[in-house]
């Protein structure tokens, strides 16, 4: 019991110092999709939330894991379509596209 | 290869997408495939985790998994793709928000699980961090949520002795914990629950205006704490690996948050910033200073001598949803002859990069797109700064005036360039509540107005000269 709540700790340690390390670098302008992006990767939980309903015995536990998997759906689905919506704006236009108002100004 | 270790492969997989998502998501290049490489991961994990033994036997209520799976969906996506880009930042509030509560239910559900079979089990601390941890982030980022929908005032609210009954909140969460930690009360765990998520409520209360974003983006990382906690209590080194990673980046990006903004995060959490300062709302003070006000008509015809112009998009031309017109304006003077640029804050709008996403969903060019140190460069031989719906962010007060709550921000220095326009709403003072110097300056012009109908004016005017 205590050998793996040590590699859990070392699990956690290491993760920290990935964390840390993996944004360091980040420019200003992605902030935003970064945090949706790491927002969408916490809905991990919904892993644990079908855990704990597909183990659950009692009514209870039935009630709270069927609540914990809506919300965690909600967060891991939501948080990727936002993301992916913040950056489909961010993808560079191989050529510029003449628009509406720029052949007014040509007449 | 065993079920189990095949699962646990899968399970390295995902978190090994998750790392790489989260590096990519740091150069514009690759953020969009890192999400969705992401979003692999997590399909993979969720598959793979239908086929997992708990307690000896496949999982039970597979229907009722998946119903929530669609109930759950059918919220989410909707909401995600069609809302507003301006409610971008409630909307990440409310994602995180679910997942911390998810995240609370999933740590007591599996406590209440364990004890049932086990009657003599403790509670451990990753139990009750993670119900704290989650908790506490979801009734945080409700109200940060009711704040920036303005379900309520989006001012912070305070009350005397706030702090201090804030710490007794704090310390009777603590107490709780302990008691639970020798009596393993199941009863107290509830109570936890409760005091738990009145902490969230009135930690986040006195947090106001511009700093909120700077809160999600800390509730973010709690969530993510609270995800490895549950990591914990489950045995799932994919869910510690996943929350730590959240937690550890995203404290480092509220950080990076607060700094852009030139405030230590202390301040930003306990300061209760901008709340004394009451909007005037006249056009003249009463030290007699008063405001020059323009036509579109008159800014076109200065648009149309200048041979550099620089825009300073803020907030306010979100909410008018004016970005696309301003593209146009842009193009309109390019035609001319005038170099144009857009000068972003880091904290322009409401979130770090939103004022990005907002320009470059109206096909505004890259290269048009100057960050603010260069364009502080740019200023001086800048004709005309057009600040269009952003205020604090030019407030020359950072610079000159050590009393202003924003003393030491960063910001573009718009008072630098040969005239000064703002397109304004009215004399309000700005998401900080402060007021602005640069409006009174001689050579600031102001044009009171919905920033779309204004930019929709000088537009034509332009065309018409």
Redo the contacts between chains.
């Keep these: 019991m205590g050998n ?1 709540l040590l590699q ?1 700790a070392t ?2 340690m290491l ?6 390390e ?37 009514n ?3 009630v ?30 191989p050529t ?2 003449k ?1 509406t ?2 052949d ?3 007449k | 290869m065993s079920r189990e270790t095949l699962i646990d492969l899968l399970y390295l997989f ?1 978190a090994t997408t ?2 790489l ?3 990519g ?4 290049k690759h ?2 495939k ?3 490489v ?2 692999f991961g ?1 399909l993979v ?2 598959v793979a ?2 086929f ?1 033994y ?2 000896g036997h496949s ?4 229907w ?2 998946l ?3 669609f ?3 059918l ?3 909707p ?3 069609f809302i507003k ?1 301006t409610a ?1 930042p409630q ?2 509030a ?3 928000g ?2 911390g ?3 609370a ?2 740590s ?3 406590f ?2 364990i004890k ?1 079979s086990h009657p003599a089990t403790y509670v451990t601390l990753e139990v009750l961090l993670g119900v704290l941890i989650g908790t506490f982030s979801f009734a945080g980022s409700a109200i940060a949520f009711a704040k920036l929908q303005e379900l309520m005032t989006g001012r912070p609210i305070t009350y005397p002795g706030q702090q201090v009954i804030n710490a007794i909140v704090g310390l009777v969460a603590i107490v709780l914990i302990v008691t639970i930690l020798f009596t393993s009360s199941t009863v107290l765990l509830w109570i936890l629950l409760a005091v738990s998520a009145v902490l969230g409520v009135i930690f986040v209360l006195p947090i106001g205006g511009a700093d909120v974003p700077v809160l ?2 800390l509730l ?1 990382a709690f ?2 704490l609270a ?2 906690a ?3 209590t ?17 404290i ?2 509220t950080r ?2 607060s700094k ?1 903004m030139g405030r230590s995060l202390t301040n930003v959490l306990f300061s209760a910033f901008g709340s004394n300062i009451t909007a005037s709302g006249a056009t003249e003070r009463a030290d007699g200073a008063s405001v020059r006000s323009g036509t579109p008509e008159d800014i076109a015809i200065l648009l149309g001598f200048a041979s550099r112009v620089v825009f300073i998009p803020g907030y306010g031309l979100a909410v008018s949803q004016g970005q696309h017109v301003l593209r ?1 304006l842009a ?2 003077l390019e ?1 001319k002859g005038i170099e144009v640029s857009y000068a ?1 804050h ?1 904290v322009a709008g409401r ?4 004022m ?2 907002l320009l ?2 109206a ?1 505004v ?2 290269e048009q ?1 100057v ?1 603010m140190d260069e364009a502080n460069s740019e200023l001086a031989t800048t004709d005309v700064a057009l600040v269009v719906g952003a205020n604090d962010t030019v407030n020359p007060a950072a610079h000159d005036d050590p009393s202003s709550p924003i003393y030491g921000m960063p910001i573009i220095n718009a008072d630098l360039a040969e005239n000064v326009v703002f397109l304004k709403r009215s004399m309000r003072p700005g998401f900080a509540g402060i007021e602005n110097e640069l409006l009174y300056n001689p050579k600031t012009t102001l044009v009171f107005g919905d920033a779309k109908d204004t930019l929709t004016k000088m ?1 034509a005017a332009v ?1 018409a000269g």
């Design positions: 793996t859990y699990v956690l993760s920290i110092f990935v964390g840390i993996i944004i360091a670098k980040v420019p200003s302008i992605l902030h935003t999709p970064l945090m949706s992006g790491s927002n969408a990767i916490h809905g991990v939980i919904i892993v644990g939330a079908m855990l704990v309903l597909g183990g659950a015995t009692t209870l536990q039935e709270l894991g069927f609540l914990a998997v809506i919300l965690a759906t909600m967060n891991v689905v939501g948080g990727f379509v936002v993301t992916d919506r913040m950056l489909e704006m961010f993808k560079p236009k510029k596209p628009s108002s720029n007014e100004v040509a | 995902a998750f790392v998502a989260l590096k998501l740091g150069s514009p953020a969009r890192g999400n969705m992401a979003a997590m994990a969720v985790t239908f997992k708990v307690d999982l039970r209520h597979i009722l998994i119903l929530g799976m109930i759950g969906a919220i989410a996506v909401t995600a793709r880009m971008m909307l990440v409310i994602f995180n679910v997942g509560g998810a995240a239910l999933v007591i559900t599996e209440m699980h049932a999600i983006s973010n969530t993510g995800v490895a549950s990591g914990f489950l045995g799932s080194n994919l869910l510690i690996v996943a929350g730590t990673l959240v937690g550890a980046s995203g480092l990006l990076m948050m852009a146009e193009e309109l035609s972003i880091p979130m770090p990069g939103h990005n996403v470059a969903e096909n060019p890259y797109l960050e537009v065309k």
